[in-house]
């Protein structure tokens, strides 16, 4: 069975403090991808990587950065110098790949949420 | 642009009645998807639909229903209300479906008193 395991339910940090949103997962597949979603207050999700399971070099984008460890079955999320604006909940989710249906349900982790005080 | 549009944005309703959510996309994808939200749980996936025509059921299907006659149009039947369906509705859709990014509308929030 897949799953996602957010064990961070709240975080709180000080404006500028570098902060890591965990994200740990269980599938069988051997192809596999991780996708990491913010939800800001305004409640609208959006997507902001996807990543599959051949590729474990980290990204860097901005201010984040993800970090996929194959070894220990994480996809981690860290904030560079936070910012009022990236306090929201941050879902991690896992999809497979079939070859047998046409779709692959998307595994949400239950969110963590974030909040970044001035 | 205006992506995924979802209405009503909050709701209320009496125990037995019926809605139906309305959930349309520009973007011209051939999936869409239905995901209810509770507090502290993640999504949940009710139903999804491939292409118009085709429907089928994710985790949560009762007490919905769906219809897919057009591309964009993707509405989410509630029949019979019940305080269990209380949550936080997403609409969402995606191109050649997962694992490609999805696409979600603002939300609509449901109560049923």
């Known amino acids: 069975a897949q799953k996602v395991t957010q064990a961070q339910t709240e975080i709180s940090v000080v404006e500028k403090e570098d902060v890591t949103l965990d994200c740990v997962y269980e599938?069988?597949?051997?192809?596999?991808?991780l996708f990491w979603y913010k939800q800001p207050p305004s409640g609208e999700l959006v997507f902001l990587i996807r990543?599959?399971?051949?590729?474990?070099q980290n990204e860097i984008s901005g201010r984040y950065s993800w970090n996929f460890q194959k070894s220990t079955s994480s996809f981690n999320f860290t904030i560079t110098a936070s910012q009022v604006v990236d306090s929201a909940v941050y879902f991690c989710?896992?999809?497979?790949?079939?070859?047998?249906?046409?779709?692959?349900?998307?595994?949400f982790g239950p969110g963590t949420s974030l909040s970044v005080i001035p | 642009n205006a992506g995924v549009t979802q209405t009503p944005k909050f709701r209320i309703l009496k125990i037995g009645q019926s809605m139906t959510l309305q959930c349309t996309q520009d973007?011209?994808?051939?999936?869409m998807y239905w995901y209810r939200q509770d507090p502290g749980m993640g999504l949940k996936l009710i139903y999804y639909?491939?292409?118009?025509?085709?429907?089928d059921k994710g985790e949560v299907p009762n007490g919905y229903n769906v219809s897919r006659s057009t591309t964009e149009d993707f509405p989410l039947r509630l029949e019979l209300a019940a305080p269990s369906q209380t949550s936080v509705y997403f609409c969402?859709?995606?191109?050649?479906?997962?694992?490609?990014?999805?696409?979600f509308g603002p939300g609509t929030r449901l109560t049923v008193t």
């Open positions: 639909s491939v292409g118009a025509g085709i429907t």
């Open positions: 599938t069988r597949d051997t192809t596999y991808y």
């Open positions: 989710a896992l999809s497979g790949v079939s070859t047998k249906t046409s779709y692959d349900k998307v595994i």
């Open positions: 969402a859709s995606s191109y050649v479906g997962v694992p490609r990014e999805q696409y």
């Open positions: 973007m011209n994808h051939n999936y």
């Open positions: 990543r599959n399971s051949f590729d474990e």
